[in-house]
């Protein structure tokens, strides 16, 4: 099988569902195009069939009046709607781009050919490739199931970017704790040791935490911002740092997500006060659990290096690896 047949494979089964979901959708409401949150939300409540009888468990604080069970269902759908429906409206948009980019790409039958021995001119992997860079805002893209794991596709990247002597700066706190490993922050699993992490490669690495809450508000109207000044300062005082590392997504934290928006704010920042002047600085974006949730990706703002997974988002959570 080729890696475009492997990849489609994936991502066919990734689109599958919606599109079962839109095909029932439609037949639910064939008159209805639900271009709008409300009709949308009354197309639901119509279709909500709850069917507790037992007794009101709860009463209304301002009217004392008994709440049965069905309409807190009720409300707490009414409350959940618009979040839904955008979510849905942004999974047809992202749908829509990744097929425009198909037929652009004109994937066609030829591209599903297989390939053997050394793989040579798999023009289905070239396309993929290809496809993915448009997708993602990047120049190009190498979109492989021989990276495993979204720590696998990090690794490669931070290994290839970074050389002994240079420093890397997580500036979004912490990162996902697989990357400790190769980091350096603790003992490999297998290994038992850090050999092989950066560290072991004489690579340093440098934590700022995220701005959240009023902070963040003050810096950029927004629950969550970077450190500009913090990041600054890090950044004049070592002449060694090379890459800067935002992780986009929370993780394992109770954090939200950086709004790409955001990763454009610090990227020009960078622009304007470092690279513009001469400094050779990377900014790398852990993108695992990021692609498709907004309209555009880091890349598009200016961010140079992007890793994420066919294990998440892009493959539906059906890829095998990748
Ligand atoms: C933000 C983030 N980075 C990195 C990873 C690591 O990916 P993987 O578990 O595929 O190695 C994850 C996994 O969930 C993640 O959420």
């Known amino acids: 099988m080729s890696s475009i047949q492997r990849s489609l494979t994936i991502f066919y089964c990734f689109l599958l569902p919606f599109s079962v979901v839109y095909a029932l959708h439609k037949r639910a409401a064939p008159s209805r195009s639900h271009s709008d949150p409300h009709d949308y939300l009354r197309h639901q409540l119509q279709h909500c069939h709850v069917t507790s009888t037992s007794a009101p468990t709860s009463t209304n604080p301002t009217t004392s009046i008994p709440i049965s069970p069905r309409l807190m269902i009720e409300d707490a759908t009414k409350g959940l709607i618009k979040r839904f429906w955008s979510v849905d409206q942004q999974t047809k948009r992202s749908m829509d781009r990744i097929l425009s980019l198909y037929e652009e790409e004109k994937v066609d039958a030829a591209s599903f050919h297989g390939v053997d021995g050394y793989g040579h001119g798999d023009i289905g992997r070239e396309k993929l490739d290809v496809i993915i860079a448009k997708l993602m ?9 021989q990276f495993f794991s979204g720590t696998h596709a990090i690794a ?8 002994p002597g240079d420093n890397m700066l997580c500036i979004s706190g912490h990162p996902y704790d697989t990357l400790e490993e190769v980091i350096g922050q603790r003992d490999g699993h297998q290994t038992g040791s850090r050999v092989g992490s950066l560290l072991d490669w004489g690579i340093g690495y440098g934590e700022i935490e995220l701005l959240e ?7 950029n109207g927004d629950r969550v911002a970077f450190d500009l000044k913090s990041i600054d300062i890090a ?45 050779d600085i990377i900014i790398f974006v852990d993108n695992c659990y990021g692609e498709l949730v907004e309209e555009i990706e880091p890349c598009h703002v200016g961010a140079d290096i992007c890793a994420g997974s066919l294990i998440k988002n892009l493959g539906g959570t059906l890829a095998p690896s990748g």
């Not at 490669?156 to 050389?163: P, V």
């Not at 929370?250 to 939200?256: D, F, H, I, N, Q």
């Not at 304007?272 to 001469?278: D, L, Q, V, Y």
């Open 137 to 145: 805002g990047a120049e190009k893209a190498a979109v492989r199931l």
């Open 213 to 219: 809450g009023e902070e963040a508000r003050k810096e």
């Open 235 to 279: 950044i004049e005082k070592d002449p060694q740092l090379k890459l800067i590392h935002i992780q986009r997504s929370c993780g394992y934290k109770w954090r939200p997500s950086i709004p790409v928006m955001e990763i454009g704010r610090l990227c020009d920042h960078i622009r304007r006060k470092f690279k513009e002047k001469g400094r």
């Open 156 to 163: 490669s990247a931070l290994f290839g970017a970074l050389r």
